[in-house]
């Protein structure tokens, strides 16, 4: 069982370069998440999606945008990448419920130079 | 604005030391759950607590949930050098009817053999 898979693992992006960061899970899940990850720091929320066709805004959603054509796929895009965007990035999926486990993909460690 | 507070941000002990780490917020949760993250590897889910007071014990580490339901510890008893990484604590924010998993900036502890 995969779980959720994230590629790529590693990239270096130009500034101004546009770039998507895919996810999927196989484990049927409506609930995906896309955090961020500073040095040393906690998880900050993207965007995040209760299921297929719906997705919506969380903390830091200036400069992604995100589709969730399928329950499985959920795909970060970076349009205009900037050196604020170095980061590492990292998906999760979840069952329905308040309570329930969200799984985390192995992170997607992005530079912007 | 944090919604979930965590002190203290960093933590270096000895091996065999105890320890608590705190998640404060004044928001009311219906449950916190706390992630363990290695380095260079995604969160993974140490416990889910539910019910205000209540105290769930994983091996060596405490958990307990505030009876109010706005904060929790973790303690960590006789800590050991693979108990290294970064704790978070997390909890779900509703928003209508979806929600949202937020998480804390987390404590970085280091264990020294």
């Known amino acids: 069982n995969a779980g959720v898979t994230q590629t790529p693992k590693f990239r270096i992006l130009k500034i101004g370069q546009s770039m998507t960061l895919q996810c999927t899970q196989d484990?049927?899940?409506?609930?995906m998440y896309w955090y961020r990850q500073d040095p040393g720091m906690g998880l900050k929320l993207i965007y995040y999606s209760v299921g297929a066709g719906i997705t919506d805004k969380g903390e830091v959603p200036n400069g992604y945008n995100v589709s969730r054509s399928t329950t499985e796929d959920f795909p970060l895009r970076l349009e205009l990448a900037a050196p604020s965007q170095t980061s590492v990035y990292f998906c999760a999926s979840k069952r329905d419920g308040l309570n329930t486990e969200a799984f985390f993909g192995q992170g997607t460690r992005l530079t912007v130079v | 604005t944090q919604l979930l507070e965590q002190s203290p941000q960093f933590l270096s002990i000895q091996e065999g030391e105890n320890l608590t780490v705190y998640c404060n917020s004044s928001?009311?949760?219906?449950?916190l759950q706390w992630y363990r993250q290695e380095p260079g590897e995604g969160p993974v889910l140490l416990v889910t607590?539910?019910?205000?007071?209540e105290v769930k014990k994983l091996k060596r580490l405490t958990f307990q949930f505030g009876d109010a339901r706005k904060d929790s510890s973790l303690h960590i008893t006789a800590a050991q050098p693979g108990d290294t990484g970064l704790y978070l604590c997390?909890?779900?924010?509703?928003?209508?009817?979806?929600?949202?998993?937020?998480f804390g900036k987390g404590t970085l502890l280091t264990v020294n053999p």
């Open positions: 607590v539910v019910t205000g007071g």
């Open positions: 928001s009311v949760f219906s449950s």
């Open positions: 484990m049927n899940h409506n609930y």
């Open positions: 997390a909890g779900a924010v509703s928003g209508g009817s979806n929600y949202k998993l937020t």
